[in-house]
């Protein structure tokens, strides 16, 4: 497991870090100032990481509803030329929809039953809590499949002996079907910022009708805990 996350690390600076030169160009020498000196070479090379052999992807059973809306998420990789998501291949929770009624839904990598009475590390990946945020819904999809490959290659599931991991796509999805996607949900809510903190009710709608002015894109709800997105977080925390 340590070897998956050490690729997602690397695979995250290097993505995001693109100004960043080449790993080949880490290469420094000094040259000798006098005869007695000698040329001095350091290079620091890249991580090796252990390479999983793919595994075929093939449809599993889902619910009507999940069906319907991995359909409407391949339509949306198709717009932005992302390939295939391959959602029909992964066996999806779903318990509880969007505003809109979308699934929430989620795929989990490891033995759940073992929570209850052991120690395991627990790992939980969120991506698209802000629709226009788009790229990590993508992010989200290459970690599901990579993944897949790590469960099918270990026939002893080791590498989820003591690890569990929990993937969430999609958290705002009305947000991010949207024809131009935005940072709050359909109630124009931001899902980041209605959290049950324990200053909310103190501060959130202080500090967003002071220090942001009442910036719609900001707005924390009413009360916290109001929007099903939010309520959908929380769970999924409190239950892994």
């Known amino acids: 497991m ?130 226009d945020e788009i790229t990590p819904v993508k992010f989200c999809f290459d970690v599901l499949k990579y993944l897949h490959d790590i469960e099918v290659n270990s026939d002893d599931k080791r590498n989820f002996k003591d690890n569990f991991v929990v993937v969430v796509p999609i958290v705002n999805p009305d947000s991010f079907f949207r024809k131009y996607p935005t940072r709050t949900n359909q109630r124009g809510v931001d899902i980041n910022r209605n959290l049950p903190t324990k200053d909310w009710y103190s501060k959130a709608r202080k500090v967003w009708k002071g220090r942001y002015r009442s910036d719609k894109r900001r707005n924390p709800g009413l009360k916290p805990m109001s929007e099903p997105e939010t309520l959908f977080q929380v769970n999924l925390l409190k239950r892994y």
């Not at 949306?76 to 992302?82: A, N, P, Q, T, V």
């Not at 066996?91 to 039953?113: A, I, K």
């Open 2 to 131: 340590k070897d998956i996350i050490k690729l997602f690390t690397f695979t995250i600076l290097m993505s995001s870090c693109s100004h960043m030169p080449m790993l080949s160009d880490f290469t420094t020498s000094t040259k000798p100032t006098g005869a007695s000196e000698k040329s001095r070479e350091i290079i620091i090379k890249a991580p090796k990481v252990k390479v999983v052999k793919k595994a075929p992807f093939q449809a599993v059973e889902n619910t009507p509803k999940v069906e319907k809306y991995c359909d409407k998420i391949n339509t949306k990789f198709r717009i932005y030329g992302w390939g295939k998501s391959r959602c029909d291949a992964f066996n999806w929770h779903h318990v509880r929809n969007s505003v809109l009624g979308d699934p929430l839904m989620w795929v989990t990598y490891g033995d759940e039953e073992k929570l209850k009475s052991e120690k395991v590390n627990v790992t939980v990946v969120m991506c698209g809590v802000h629709g």
